[in-house]
């Protein structure tokens, strides 16, 4: 099965309408049942906090289909014809009925790997929008394990102190299958601040972007790196023109 969310062998997973305010994927090496039984119970727990009259019967949780609609509230739950993708779909509307947010959540085998996803839409026009990722992602990233391109997906920062260290997250910058974004902080000499809380950064981007924290000393390197490599993009596309 492709990694892409737009692929139509997942129910209800033809990510492509408008009003999309978040997306994720996560791919896990860790390929069991159990692991991915665990990432469902994720979902309900989630859902259970937030939405406890949406859940279904006890008895119903291991079903792969089911379905409760409330006002201005709708839950859907299904699985792939194969059985190899569970999607749940959740919809509500907000108090005054301005803005419908729809999370849809797939739990996926991939038949070598496991793989979880997650989108937001809402349907404020752009610009009207605040979101922050579901809690779901967040719980995710906690309890499971994720990699990507060969880093491991944390709600922490990745902190890079040596040759080594910088090498590795330079290795990953050029990696054709890394897919998620890195962040990369600097601090200044003698001091620690790097503009933002770099703990809370990773924590509120976490499984949607890699934060990468640099000493002076890898800033200066790193900087080497990018202009080098910039240079090499250019020489490149100079000669495509040519």
Known sequence: MSLSLQNPEWPGAAFAEPGIVLRAALKSPTHTDENRRLA??????????????????????????????????????????????????????ERDGAC??????????????????????????EGQRRIAPPRVLGRWV????????????????????DDHQL????????????????????NKPNSRYYGVDPRGLAEAVGGLAHVACLTPEAVAAFRRFV?????????????VAI
């Not at 289909?65 to 993708?85: E, K, Y």
């Not at 090498?167 to 600097?186: F, K, M, N, Y």
């Open 142 to 161: 906690e309890r499971l394990q994720f990699d990507d391109a060969g880093i491991a997906v944390l709600g922490e920062p990745h902190f890079v102190q």
């Open 167 to 186: 090498a590795l997250l330079c290795e990953h910058l050029l990696a054709s299958d890394r897919r998620l974004p890195v962040i990369v902080l600097g």
């Open 40 to 93: 469902k119970d994720i979902v309900w727990s989630w859902v259970g906090a937030k939405w406890p009259r949406l859940m279904p019967p006890r008895s119903q949780l291991e079903s792969g289909q089911f379905q409760c609609v409330l006002p201005g509230r709708r839950l859907s739950v299904s699985t792939s014809r194969d059985g190899t993708a569970w999607t749940l779909e959740l919809s509500y509307s």
């Open 100 to 125: 419908t947010w729809t999370t849809r959540t797939v739990v996926a085998d991939l038949g070598d790997a496991d793989m979880v996803a997650v989108q937001t839409s809402c349907s404020l026009p």
């Open 227 to 239: 202009c080098r490599r910039v240079c090499e993009l250019s020489v490149q596309a100079t000669r």
